[in-house]
């Protein structure tokens, strides 16, 4: 079974530009979160989502947004990049009421 | 708030030595504990839980009790090997928000 997949792998942005990244969940996990963490540091939560809906916000500012679409993969985008936004990003996903999530391998971005 | 603090690092240990890492959780009622563990260069894997009070996690040589009374989660092994270098964290899933909050984490070194 395919566990929690994330692309891309790297990328290098420049400061101001926009990126996306994407997660696909595990097989019949509907529960996708993000969780972005800086070097040196544990995963700081940004968002969670169950049913295309956002049910938990982090604290990040508005420049941070997501989605998921109806297959339950989703989508990470970061507008107008600041240095500071350099880091690993995780996607995690779970069974709904489930009390655990995997995480895949993450995105590092590089903003430059 | 919500917070968990680790014992810090980084740690260096012989092959065969025991190990404990110390972490304590701050959290209204009655969260679900975690340790996860990364690899370099890899997202993260969870390597143990424990969802109710005295309850013990174990998995791979390693153990970890859920202490209400002193709200506390120690990571321990008895005879640790190479290949267990790594960045260990300790987490707690917030009921109701489910979110995981992180420690900073513990970096392990295991030299032979």
């Known amino acids: 079974d395919a566990g929690v997949t994330q692309s891309p792998t790297h990328l290098i942005k420049t400061r101001g530009q926009h990126v996306t990244l994407r997660c696909s969940p595990i097989s019949g996990h509907k529960s996708v979160s993000w969780y972005q963490q800086v070097l040196g540091q544990g995963p700081q939560f940004i968002f969670q989502?169950?049913?295309?809906?956002?049910?938990g916000r982090g604290n990040f500012p508005d420049r941070f947004s997501a989605r998921q679409f109806p297959n339950y993969s989703s989508e990470l985008n970061v507008n107008a990049l600041l240095l500071g936004d350099s880091a690993l990003y995780l996607c995690?996903?779970?069974?709904?009421?489930?009390?655990?999530?995997?995480f895949g391998s993450g995105t590092r971005l590089t903003v430059v | 708030g919500d917070s968990v603090t680790q014992m810090e690092g980084p740690v260096t240990l012989s092959e065969e030595a025991f190990l404990t890492i110390n972490c304590t959780y701050t959290a209204t009622g009655y969260p679900s504990l975690f340790w996860y563990v990364q690899y370099p260069g890899e997202g993260l894997q969870l390597l143990l839980k424990?969802?109710?009070?005295?309850d013990k996690g174990s998995n791979k040589g390693f153990e970890a009790t859920y202490r209400k009374e002193t709200t506390s989660f120690h990571l321990e092994k008895g005879s640790v090997q190479v290949s267990d270098s790594a960045v260990y964290f300790c987490a707690c899933l917030i009921q109701g928000a489910q979110k995981l909050v992180f420690g900073q984490g513990t970096r392990l070194t295991i030299n032979p």
């Open positions: 424990a969802t109710k009070a005295d």
């Open positions: 989502y169950y049913e295309k809906e956002e049910r």
């Open positions: 995690a996903s779970s069974l709904v009421g489930a009390r655990g999530y995997t």
